[in-house]
């Protein structure tokens, strides 16, 4: 019976991934620039809807899509 009980033993998930603390569509559109927080939330991809109204962005997902936005400028 022991054999059984160590088979079943309880394992506790792994820790989330750290990807910044939740923003605003407002400081979303800060952190793009010349933008409304209207088109942040019509556009930028990953958003939390955590109510009717509500939606957050982790900082650390805006940033790589910012970052895979720009484009490379040209050497010279």
């Known amino acids: 019976m022991t054999a059984r009980r160590s088979a079943l033993r309880f394992r506790p998930p792994?820790?989330?991934v750290d990807r910044g603390p939740l923003l605003t569509p407002e400081q979303v559109a800060e952190l793009v620039g010349g933008v409304s927080p209207a088109w942040i939330r019509r556009t930028v991809p990953g958003k939390l809807v955590l109510g009717q109204r509500t939606v957050r962005w982790y900082r650390d997902d805006v940033l790589?899509?910012?970052a895979s936005r720009q484009v490379?400028?040209?050497t010279e």
Do not use: F, G, T, V
């Open 72 to 74: 490379a400028s040209p």
């Open 14 to 16: 792994a820790a989330p």
């Open 64 to 66: 790589r899509w910012i």
